[in-house]
C-alpha cells in the first residue's frame, strides 16, 4: 500500500501532545523552526498521562530540585552495574568506549543535566502562564519537598496548547506514527503515519521528536517484558491506554539503545472498580493488606508512604489474581485527613463483623479471623503518630508491620480491593544529554530525539514526582536541541 506525501514539509515533528511534546513543539518554535504535532489521541482527549496528573514535582523551590534528586537516581541507576565501565564514565564523554555509552543504565551527565535545567524549565513555563505552590499531597507521610502547577497536569497542557495555537504551530489528532524514515547515513528524514482521515501519509522533517509515552496501553509489550501476571494491571488514569509502546518501537527497529528496566513499571495502589483517573488508596498504611487467601502477605508500613507504595504495589500483583484488601477499623475516623488518602469515588465494603465483611470481599472467612487474631495478638502497646513513621511495631509478627500496628477491633471494618495501576513503564529509549537518542554504539542517531516516558531513566524504584519533571525538562531540551538541525545538511 502506498503513502499520500504531504506536501507541507517541517523541521521538526513532535509526536505526542503530553508535556514532553507540548513542551518540545513550543520551545523548537521559539528557537526559529517551523513544527508539526501529532497525536493519535482525539482532540477532546488530547495530553496524555499529564492530562491526569496532578503533577507533583520533586523541588524544594521553583529554582531548586530536591536535596537528594541526583542521589535518588542514581541509586535507581541499573542492579550490579560493571565496575570497570562505571569507571570509564569519569573520562570525558568523548572518550567512553562505545559499550560504555550505551550501557542500559543510567547516564550520570544525563542526571546531572536534568538537576540542572529543572529549575529554569518551571520558570520557562512559568511565561506561559502556568503557577507552582507548595503541594498538599494525598500522602500522610512524605520523605521529600513537592511543588505542582496549580491546576495539576491538566494546566500544564492545557496553557502550552493555547500558547502553541495562539503561535499557529498545527496540531494533527487521531494521526499515529507508524515509523520512522531514514536517509542511507542512518539521519533522520521523516515519519510514516496513519491518519483517521488522510490514510497512510509520510511526513518529511530535519527531526523526529518521539515523546508519545511508554507502553502501558499495549497488552503485547506489556506481556513480553513484565510476563503473564500483566493481565492483572491496568493503566492508571485514561490517557496511558493511548500509549502502545511505537515510538519506542519503531525507533528500536532502526538500531536504537535502550535504558530504563523494561520488566517494571511505575505502580500506584488502585481500586479497580473506578474509573476515576488515579484512584489510588494511600491509606493502606494504617490497615492491613489481605489477599484472596485471607492472608497477609507483606509488611504495609516499611517508612514513609511516598517511599514505600511502589514495593507494596509490586506485592499485589504477585497475589493472586493480582488483587489485595485494605483492611481498616474505624479507627481511621480519628486520624486527620485520612480520607484525602483515599481516592477512589467508590465506596468500602463495611460490616459490623469480621465474618460479614469477608463474605463481601468473597475470601474464607475463618482465614481472615485467624488472621486478624494472630496480627492483633503481636500488636503492642504504645504511642501512636499518624503524621511520620512511629516505630509502633508488630512483635513475632510474621510478615512484621513496622508502624502504625494497632489492633482491627473497633466496628465498622472496611475494605477497599486494590491491584497494581501502571502509572507509566520504565522501559525506554537510551538518550544523551540533549535527548538525541543513542545508536547501539552510544552515537546518536542524527535527527531522532526522546522525552518523556518514551525515553528511559527508570531502573528499580520510581523516584517520586519527578516524571513531569523529565517530560518537562527534556522535552524542551530536545526541542531546543532538534531546532538547530534546520541548518544542517544531514
Partial sequence: MGFTYMLDRHDVLVVGTGVAGLSAALAAHQSGASVLVIDRAPQDEYGGNTRYT???????DMDSVSDDFEERFLENSGWYPDPVMVSEMASDRENWPSIVSSLPMNDPDVISRFSERAGPTLRWLNQVGIKFETASTPFLTTSTTR?????????????LREELIRLEVRIEYETTATGLITKDDGSISGLLCDAKDKGRICLEAKAVLLCCGGFEGSTEMLSRYIGPRASFIRPIARGGFYNKGEGIRMAIDIGASVSGQFGLFHAEPMDPRSGKPEAAIFGYPYGILINKMGNRFVDEARGS??????????????????????????????IPRFSTSIRTDQPPLEADSILSLAGQMNIPSKALEKTISEYNRCCLDGSFEFSKPDGLATQGLTPSKSNWARPIDRQPYRAYPMIAGNVFTFGGLKVDPDARVLNQDGRPIPGLYAAGETMGIYFNDYVGSTSVLRGATFGKLAGEHAADRRHSNQ
Avoid at 511543588?147 to 496553557?159: H, S
Avoid at 489485595?324 to 475516623?333: C, N, V
Wanted: glycine share 8%.
Fill in 305 to 334: 508512604v511516598d517511599a514505600t507504595y511502589e514495593r507494596v504495589t509490586r506485592q499485589i500483583m504477585q497475589q493472586p489474581e493480582g488483587l489485595a484488601y485494605a483492611l481498616f477499623d474505624d479507627k481511621t475516623t480519628d
Fill in 147 to 159: 511543588l505542582a502547577p496549580i491546576g495539576g497536569g491538566y494546566a500544564i497542557v492545557e496553557a
Fill in 54 to 60: 496532578e503533577a507533583f514535582l520533586r523541588m524544594t
